[in-house]
T-cell receptor, first 111, second 116 residues
């Protein structure tokens, strides 16, 4: 089992603040994805990163894949209430054809 | 827009009963998965399915669990004799390219299973 630990587990911030969510593992992944899940729905893909050190931006969201391909971070600038949800990282190991999900970070942005 | 559909949305069952959860993946997708989520937090992998057979399964997926793709469109998860700890939200997901080709996972809305 490939263990992906996310921190923090819960985060409650005011609208307009910045935040960073971390996804760490001792395992190396060929790629890593970030999903967002809203209550009552399944997770929805935000981004895929495949190259060590890669940085991708999606409007106010910045994703980084660690140089060693073992960790990733998600930074949100000027958070908005619409960013509220459960953020999940998912790694794909070099062996096996499945996605291992992280422990999840529940974000609440207060207006 | 194509989507993964799951039925039922909620099932309540007695411990020891058999349960079948149904999924219709996106039609051109080749890789199918079942995950479960307890208390709205960690998403746990159960099984992956490709080319009409199981490609991987987790320690959770023991002899009480089975999957089937009976007719080329449905993808079912059967729990033979449910236990209290099987209570969870079960998600079906499909992917056109699969994990190793960095394909995207498309999830259904989930089936909530409550075992009493």
């Amino acid at each position: 089992t490939q263990l992906l630990e996310q921190s923090p587990q819960f985060l409650s911030i005011q609208e307009g603040e910045n935040l960073t969510v971390y996804c760490n593992s001792s395992s190396v992944f060929s790629s890593l994805q970030w999903y967002r899940q809203e209550p009552g729905e399944g997770p929805v893909l935000l981004v895929t990163v495949v190259t060590g050190g890669e940085v991708k931006k999606l409007k106010r969201l910045t994703f980084q894949f660690g140089d060693a391909r073992k960790d990733s971070s998600l930074h949100i600038t000027a958070a908005q209430p619409g960013d509220t949800g459960l953020y999940l990282c998912a790694g794909v190991p070099y062996t096996g054809n499945q996605f291992y999900f992280g422990t999840g970070t529940s974000l609440t942005v207060i207006p | 827009e194509p989507e993964v559909t799951q039925t039922p949305s909620h099932q309540v069952t007695q411990m020891g009963q058999e349960v079948i959860l149904r999924c219709v993946p996106i039609s051109n997708h080749l890789y199918f998965y079942w995950y479960r989520q307890i208390l709205g937090q960690k998403v746990e992998f159960l099984v992956s399915f490709y080319n009409n057979e199981i490609s991987e399964k987790s320690e959770i997926f023991d002899d009480q669990f089975s999957v089937e793709r009976p007719d080329g469109s449905n993808f079912t998860l059967k729990i033979r004799s449910t236990k209290l700890e099987d209570s969870a939200m079960y998600f079906c997901a499909s992917s056109e390219l699969g994990a190793l080709n960095t394909g995207e996972l498309f999830f259904g809305e989930g089936s909530r299973l409550t075992v009493l």
